[in-house]
């Protein structure tokens, strides 16, 4: 696939456009805002679905503008789903704004796959950020891993829904199993492997998972 990336919104959230090198079509991950290069982007790109590693509000941040000119449907896992139309629960009120959009589309669930042309990304639920966050993993190539695994860091788990138990358990059960020149598209900031990650960073090693 084709990975274009995004810093958007007032966190600097990092979204993703991939797009399926040999049909175009494309997926739309963690839309936390929306600039003008990420609009000329999915305008001119044949956008099938929006994915959401989670419901905060820094990653659905741009849902609403978007839906403006697309029609592509919202995807996010049913633990997080509430968390659309609920500022406290996506943390827009702790910014003081009063985000929500819409209701989701429809419901991810462990183990589901999402076609995008000749692509293939396999939902993988990764609580611990929120109970309903998840990665999606194209096999054996990339993860887009959302607020659970950052480089040399993992996401926060004291916001609701949270778990540092939770966060460590997705660590140990999804990561720590992948091939080490698996890429790793973390929600914030610089991308990094698998294999960089187990030899530097602390929550990847043996003592703490």
């Known amino acids: 696939m084709k990975i274009e990336r995004f810093e958007v919104g007032p966190l600097m959230t990092n979204c993703f456009l991939a797009e399926c090198e040999y049909t175009g079509e494309s997926v739309l991950i963690d839309p936390g805002g929306l600039s003008d290069r990420l609009k000329k982007s999915i305008i001119n ?3 099938k679905t929006i994915l959401l590693t989670h419901g905060h509000f820094d990653h659905i941040g741009g849902l609403n503008d978007i839906l403006k000119f697309t029609s592509a449907p ?3 896992h049913e633990l997080d789903a509430h968390m659309l139309t609920d500022p406290f629960q996506n943390a827009s009120s702790l910014m003081g704004i009063q985000y929500r959009t819409i209701e989701a589309s429809s419901l991810l669930s462990d ?6 042309g000749k692509s293939t990304l396999t939902v993988k639920h990764t609580p611990g950020h929120t109970k ?3 990665s999606f993993v194209s096999d054996k ?3 887009f891993a959302g607020d ?3 480089k040399l860091s993992v996401g926060r788990w004291d916001l609701p829904g949270g778990s ?3 966060l460590l358990e997705s660590i140990r059960k999804t990561f720590l199993p992948m091939p080490d020149y698996m890429k790793v598209y973390p929600g914030h900031g610089d991308s990094t492997t698998i294999g960089y990650e187990k030899k530097y960073n602390q929550f990847m090693a043996a003592d703490i998972v």
């Open 45 to 47: 790109s044949d956008l």
């Open 132 to 134: 309903g966050s998840v």
């Open 164 to 166: 540092y138990a939770a």
């Open 111 to 116: 183990g589901q796959e999402i076609v995008c």
């Open 74 to 76: 919202v995807l996010i």
């Open 148 to 150: 659970t695994l950052f």
């Open 141 to 143: 190539e990339f993860v």
